[in-house]
Structures are given as C-alpha cells and as structure tokens.
C-alpha cells in the first residue's frame, strides 16, 4: 500500500510539473525518504497530507472541457499539493450518503449522518449563547434600540452593550469597512481581555481583526515564506490548515512529532533534531507552531514544557506561532491554560525579545460560533516596519467581517457579576462546558475499551485521535482498495453506522502507526447510541480482519 | 523625479533579494524599459503601484528590535511587492488629521476629515436597508420569531424571509460552518437572481460564496498563478486589489491601457498588443480581468465591446475574470449594465466553450454594505478536477461568514411587488442611486470647470477618475519633495481642505499623466462645500504653481 500511494503521488507530481520547474514536491520526496526515520512507510505519511492523492488527473473527466485553458497541467502546482483532510474525501462520501437518506429512507443501516469530523458545535445542536446573539442582533438593526419593545426581547445589559459598541464604531456604521486591523474600540476590548486573563499588559494595535482565525494563519505564512527553503516547524500530528498553508505558499513542513505515550508530549529534543536535520538540507526554520491545547490530539501543555518552547525559540531565532484557539476548552482540573504571551512575559521576556502571534477565534471555546468567522491575532515582537507590511497585507482584504469583530471583543469581555445577563450567559457556559468534559470522558472511556484502541485523555479542545492497531488483514485489504489503512477503517466505520471521522493520515502521524479523529461534539443524548455503534461496528470489523 | 522613483525602487529589490534568487522584481523592470511604450516614464509608472516604495528599509527604525528574527531582508518578497494605495500613505495622514482635529480642534483649516478615497458609502453616513437589516437581526437571534413585540419591531416580510432562510440552513444554525461554498438554499436565491436578470440559466454548484470579493478574486489568482511567468491582463487604471492579489501570488500584472480619450474606452487592438509583447517575453498569459462598470474609471462598458472581449478570450484561450461588483450602480439612461455571462451565452458560447469567473458583492450596489463582508463568485466553464481544486482552497477556509451569505442573497432577490417592505424598500433604493447620480455629475461638472482638470463621465460605479494636468513647476516640486505628482497633489489637498482621495499612481496611468480616485460617496447636502472648498485649492495650487 504505502509503496502504492509514494508512487501513485511520484507520477501525480511528474504530471503537474511538466511545465514547471521548481521541484518543490519532489524536494519533500527526496528530504524525507532521505531522514533518519524508517523511509519509506515515512515518505508516503508525510506524502499523504502534503500530497492531493484523491485529486490525481484523469483523462476522461476532462474530455468535455477540452477547449477550457485551465488544467492540471497548468493549473498552479502548489494548489494541486495542499490538501484538506477536515473537508476531504470522506465526509463527501458523506454528503453523498446524506443524500441518500434523504431521497431513499432505509437505504442505509442509520438514519442520519453524525459529522464528527468537525469542530462545528451548532451543526451538532449546540445553542448560541443568549446574550452574545442578542447583542449582534441588536447592531445589525440599531434603529430598534430606541423602541419599547425591544426592552421586552433584549435584555437590559445586550441594550446597553450595543450602545456602547455603536458608539465605537466611527459613525455608527455597522455597514462599514473599518480599520484593517479591526475597530478600534473592540480592540481596546480585547486587549482589556487579554490583560485580565495573562496579568500582563496588551497593546490595542497588536491585535488584528481576522475572519476566524484561517486567514490570520495565511497571513503569517505569507510573510514568513518566500520559497521551498522557508520551514515551518509544525507538530505532527497537526491540524491541516498548517500543512495546506505552508503548500499554498510554497514552503516546506518540518514536521516534529509529538509523543503520543507520554500523553501527546512535546519533547524539546526532537524539536532540536528536526530543527537540525532541516538546517543540514538547506532549509531555513522560520517559526514553530504550537497547538495548544492540541488539535486533533486534545492535551493541554505543562507550565513547565511551555517555557521550555519560549526558551527554544527565542535561542533558535523562531517566530513562535501559539494557535490558542481552544483556550476556554480544557476539562481536566489538574491542567489550565496559559497563553504563550503570558509565559514569555512571565519568563521576563518583553516585546523586543520574542516574535510571538496567538491566534484566536470565535468559532470554538463553549460558544462555538463557526459561522460567523470571527478571530484575531495578537502579534508582538516584530519591529515596526515588519508591521508594516503585516498591515498593508491585511488592508488588501480592507477588514474582517464587523459582526465577528463584535463577536471577538464579547468572547473576550463577557457580562460580569451583576449585569442582568450573568446568571443565565454563566449557566449556558457551564452547562456546555460540563457536558463537553462529560462527552470526552465517556468516548474517551468506550474508545479504550475496544480490542486494539488505545486513546489518550481529551485534557481540552474538541477531539480525541485514538490509535488503532489495524490486523495485517485490514491492512492488507485497505491496499487492495487503494486507500490508506485508517481511511479504509473510516469509510468502513461511516457506511456502517454514519458516523463520520478524519482518518489520521489527514493530520499525520508516525509511519506504521494508524489512528481517526473524532470530536466529542454529538449531542449529550446521542452519545450512548454513538458508543453501541461505534462497539458494534469495531467488533464487527476485528471479526472479519483479525489475525 | 522618475529617475528617483525608479533608483529607490531598484535599491529595494536589491536590499531585499539578498538571500533570494527569483528576479521577479528586476524582471518586471526589464520587461517594461524593453516596452514599446515610452521607457523610463512607464518603468517608473509601473513600478509606483507594483513596488512598495513607501515601506523602504530604515536601519534608525530597526534597532530596537535587532534580536527579532523576521526583517526586511528575510521576510516574503512578495508581500515587500505587494502595495495598495487605497489604504496606502494619504490614508495614514488622513488619520492622523483626524486625530489632530480631535486633541486639537481649529488646528487645521477645516472640521473634519472627508474620506473620498475608498467606496465606503456606511462610513459617510448611507443608512442600510431597512429590509436588509432587519432578516439580519432576526436570523441572528432567530428565538425573537415567534414573539409577539417582534411584530411590532419588524416587517412581515423580513419575518417570513427569515423563516425561510432558517429552514434552508441544516439545523436552523446560522452559528455553524456551511458548505464551503456557501448554504445550499443561499446559491439557489442567487443563482435564480442571476437567471432573472440575465435570461440564462445559473447553477447553484457553480456560486462559491465568499468574504467579500476580494478573497474570491485571490482564490482565482492563487489558482492562475504558478509563477512570475504567468501572466495576468489588467486594465490600467486598475482597482489595486489586482497588481496586489499578482504580486502576492508571484505572478505578472501584464498591463492593457484604457483609452481616455474615448471614456476608458477598451480597445481589443491594445488587448493584442499587450499579449504579443508579454509572449515575446516569455509570459503565459492566463486571464483577463475586465472591471465593468469600471474602477476607478467609472465607465460602463457597451455591449457591442462586451462581445468583443468574450471573443478575444475565447480566442486566446483566456479564463474571462469578470469584476461586476458595480453591477447595480449605472448612472446614465444610454447605457446598461450586461453581464459577460450573458453576453457570452447571448452569443452561443455554452459552459465548455468558455472560462468565465463574475464577481459580485454587498459592499457595493445601492446597499453598500462593505462591513458585512458578504460577495460571490460565479464560476463557469472549468473541467469538474479544477472545480475539485477551488473548492479544496475554499475548504481551507472552511466558509465565508454567514451574514455575508444571507445578505448576498437578499441582494440577489429583494422584495417583491406585493410584499409589505417592497415600497419603502423602492423608495430607499431609488433615493440612494438618484442622489449617488447627481453627486456623480455635481462632481463631474465641478471637476470640469477647473484650470488643467479633464473629467470623463461617471457612467457608473463610485468614483471619478480626474486628469490633471500638471504645471512643470508642481511636478518639480513634487520631486523636491520626494514624491509622485499625483501624490504631493493629493497630499496638499488634503492639508488644505481635509479631502481624501487616491492618487493616480496607485492605480496606474499611461507614463506622463496625472490622475486621482474621488469617490462620489460624500453626502448629498456636503457635494457643495466640497466642491467650493476643492475649487478654492485648486486656484490656489495653480496660483502657486502655474508656469
């Protein structure tokens, strides 16, 4: 199998690059069957995520369009590398099955789709939070603030707030582009957030406004990258905008690989020997991203480990890329997050010293707001003409979307003992929260119960990535389908009870070792039926492929 | 001062190509000193809005920030290229004036800070839709529905439009990711709305919608572009997102001149030339970008032209990149906006005969809702694997807010006869285009009865694109001062009378002439005051200056 996909992938690469000449995919081919790790079960696993395997070219479905001028010939190559596991091929196997459904009840063994591929809560029927909604309801339609019914919809502290953003706003436009990096008062507001919850000052001018955090992720790969010698040091298994970024920039992952037996551990020496195995092939480390806590593996970094990483940094030379949009999501009590900016203050490290961004969001933490494509980024440590282009290239796109900046500044500005609004926004939080720690413990309980599963703790985040030992069998068959062992495993486990995860090949993983992501964000109520078919299916499969 | 332009723009790219060996930059210099066109003027004119001259190095700046590892030497090229004169160095004095005016009020010679530089119509005071608004709250905070204040608070209509919008989203959560190319219920409103007002059928599966759209047009580059060898025909004057979209993706911005002297007029000859000249060089032209109506030129394109280009590209093998942004904004009896999609289907040309992006969005129109950050692409005639491959980069980014989505499809299917809002929404719209049309020819006129100043008509769009014919002695002055002609016009315009508006040299302009954007967008009950307090300038710079 993995001999399949490395060539399968080598002949995709030849084809795209007929009338190109930078090797760029061919160089990851070449750094890494040429690594200290076992080569070729690795060069295919990087290959999986780092290559558009489901994408390759096939003569016949062009035909019709021969007279069209774009092809994956000439289409550009990095577009044809960067893969996005999160919305691949499974879950459009998925969509298609929901179709199904839909048009032919009882055609298949479930009667619905259970998407536990994404971190998307509402699509799981998670509700808003009231006060959050009432305040953008209220700044999407001002001229309803005066009247005297709203005080029988709105609470009195979302009246209050949405004046007070309003006045924020230059004109009370809510219908404007606004500074680039976001309205200035909402960013007085985070970063009011932001001190409360380090205890160290910020600065309204490092935030920047984004449309969810995605595009603030583009936008410090775009600075940071010029070539295929500009590195990102990324963990593996990671989140895949990284890698699909990095590809859409044409830079190079070095991947550093986190230890899945101490709990997903983040080991200050491989990141020392990825660094020096990159620098010894000419590639030039730019930054370290860290997920914390971690996306797709859920656990949360000690105080302790998280200095060690300012410390490595700040001696290499690296821009450190904290992705920290999972920081209200921690469920165990022995952990707590704390920001990268926080520790690197607290280590006495100060603007001047270290290139640090976090990234936020407003789609995760127990409010869950995918929708509305809200986030920012704190940027601190770059000198000012480096802002400079930051904000130029931020200024291209003219700003975010206003309604996810207000979102932003409510996400970091909460209602606060005393305001109407507290006693039932608190409930709605807590019980979110606690139902979420609830559904990770049980998933996580039913996943190590299972022959060959073994799962560590979800300490935060929305995910647990359980590790299978799949039979010879299973991995034989998954060759013979042509698709690699987990997402054989996957596909297998959505046709037989719709419940749909991300193989681990979409996110990475050691070479010979094979695992799925699976969010814990079905409904409360479903999770015991998720667990019976989960048990049932896995029983079913280890019957038919073990050993 | 050309040759100043040119030196400091070449001493840049030297600075920043050290540890970088692609000549993108010094490529485009030599491919225009070799041009057909007047050398020295038209490198100088190119290189004003491809290079970022007002970000140069500064070692004094640097220091503070000497152990941080991202500099001007090592950060991306690309973005160093990247420049976008709407928000560029006018805007950062207008700013600062305006913080000024607030400390200090009476510390310049006028109250307030007019921004005419950016099609922004919410930011000087044009109140949004009401109807607009109001599904916008209500599918916010959708629990008001069944409430009976809500009656009381909004229309029937926006009620009832609400209800249906919920029941197109899965689960009603409009706080959830969509399909990354937008609510499958949204693209069947707007791809009707597209059938209604061209005749020809639209399909749903072929609207991505986006942020605004901008991102839509970097989705498309990011496709088109695989190296500085492809190339891109653009209008000059052209609506910077273009050479800045270009440039960050690495590729050539092949110039094509609109004819001034014939109202923008777009000449196929100069097309042909242009491509000649750019595949002598080695540039493989990928597409065409036409803005229709026109930006910053505001002309509308006649209909007999529309065929011409559709041929051209057909022809040439060129994907049709269609900027129909303006769409609604058409000021003159004698001419109509059509869309390339309909000319081209009026013209026999079906989905596999031609490749043809439109992008439209709600930050223009008579809405004019820039903040909501809501647009679509409308994508035809590319083979199902290229589809495959716009629809993995929109799934990096998972979905495009969804506010913006709602409101591009109001935008595409507003009320209708017979619905209770359908009067008063008539009367808002028809109030805000008649008054924009009469700004239009107010401004028009005013800049048409000054010394040296010629103004095409504003037939459509938001701005006005005045020539200036500048004394020798301004432009002496201009170099004494370091600056573009243009930009020390602009610049003292702004000191003197707090007007902001765009120099030519962000847009580009044939080597030799002066230009700058005024957009049209100031209210109707200020066009006087300006326009005295622009023609009191104006005598007095030519007072000054006049040879």
Redesign the interface.
Known sequence: MRRFVAEKAKNLITKTRTT???PTSTYVLQRHTSSPLPSPSQSASVLRFLS?LH?A??DS??S??S??????N???????K???A??GEIVNLAQKLQQDLKENPGSHPFDEILYCN?G??????QQ?I?FF??V???C??P??LD?S??Q??FSADSIERAFQILDQI??R??????H?QGIKGLRDTIASGIEARDGFPADPNDIFLT??A??AV?MMM??????EN?GILCPIPQYP?YS??IA??GGTLVPYYLDEETGWGLEISELENQLKTAKSKGI?V?ALVVINPGNPTGQVLAEANQRDIVEFCKKE???LLADEVYQENVYVPEKQFHSFKKIARSMGFGE????LVSFQSV?KGFY??????GGYMEVT??????R??IY??A??????????QILASLVMSPPKVGDESYESFSAEKEAILSSLARRAKTLEDAFNSLEGITCNKAEGAMYLFPRINLPAKAIKAAEEAKTAPDAFYARRLLNATGIVVVPGSGFGQRPGTWHFRCTILPQEEKIPSIVSRLTDFHKQFMDEFRD
Chains 1, 2 share one sequence.
């Open positions: 190109y000449s930078s558009t994408t070219p096939s479905m062009a019709d369009y007279s069209t001028p774009v092809t994956l000439n289409v550009n190559p990095k577009v044809l960067c893969e996005y999160v919305r994404i998307n809560p509402q699509s799981l029927a808003p009231t909604r009432e953008l309801a209220l999407d339609h001229v309803i009247k019914e709203t029988g919809l230059p004109g436009a809510t219908g404007a582009y606004s680039s449309d969810g995605s595009p583009h775009q600075l940071l990258i010029g070539s500009d905008l699909a970024s859409l920039h030039k730019r030379g690296l821009v001047k010293d270290i290139s789609s869950g707001e995918c929708g509305k494509r440590g770059f000198s000012p003409e480096i400079e282009q130029k290239v200024s291209v796109n003219l700003c975010s979307n206003i309604s996810g």
